[in-house]
């Protein structure tokens, strides 16, 4: 079964808005999650990595004003799009690694994010 | 910065065929990963590989981890419906994040 559950699954929003999507590992604490971007037919691109009790990590080009993460406890990382505009529409994906491991990653089921 | 080049980028087959894809980097990595992802869904995890040399299976999936630490592979026999999807080879170095390909998108033909 699912290991990492993400919420909402889908989500449409006026552009200006902000849009939380909710990461969550089930069953097992992730000190560290991932959040990335999917472009249709493309890779997944790494936007950031989530740390629990301290700052995300950002990768470069990607806005952290404009991404806020939030890694609320062991098993809760939230990725906030803020001021949504229609260019932020995408496919956004958490991963966790398994518990114990660095590299193994569980993935999230995907939000997809469409902005107006 | 680092790259993983997989190959092929689509393959057209019929059913019942043996599907093979894969991938390789200029650098060396830990751990190889290969995923499937299905439209509007994350990516599943379908095989890790640990150690250079590894052949492992799951199912009518093979993979193995390249002796040179550079390459991997994975075959899939006997192709069904089901297997219809992109998959995703991915590259971890010890303390780095994940590199991922750029896909392989799996057409059944009728």
């Not at chain 1, 990590?57 to 949504?84: C, M, P, R, W």
């Amino acid at each position: 079964g699912a290991v990492v559950s993400q919420h909402p699954s889908w989500v449409i929003c006026k552009s200006g808005t902000s849009v939380k999507i909710e990461c969550r590992s089930l069953d097992f604490q992730a000190t560290t999650m991932f959040w990335y971007r999917q472009f249709p037919k493309q890779s997944l691109m790494l936007m950031a990595t989530s740390n629990e009790g301290s700052k995300a990590t950002y990768e470069q080009g990607v806005e952290k004003d404009k991404f806020l993460i939030n890694h609320a406890s062991l098993t809760l990382s939230t990725l906030t799009v803020t001021s949504a505009h229609p260019e932020d529409s995408s496919f956004y994906i958490c991963s966790a690694p398994r518990e114990g491991s660095t590299d193994t990653q569980y993935f999230g089921p995907g939000t997809r994010l469409t902005v107006l | 910065g680092q790259q993983l080049n997989q190959s092929p980028q689509s393959m057209f087959i019929q059913e019942g065929e043996d599907v093979s894809m894969n991938c390789t980097s200029s650098s060396i990595f830990n751990t190889w990963l290969w995923y499937k992802q299905d439209p509007g869904e994350g990516p599943v995890l379908l095989i890790a590989l640990y150690k250079a040399g590894e052949l492992t299976s799951n199912g009518r999936l093979t993979a193995q981890f390249g002796i040179t630490r550079k390459d991997s592979f994975l075959n899939i026999s006997a192709s069904i419906p089901s297997d219809v999807g992109i998959y995703f080879c991915a590259g971890h170095k010890r303390d780095d994040k994940i590199i991922f390909g750029k896909g392989t998108r799996l057409h059944i033909l009728p």
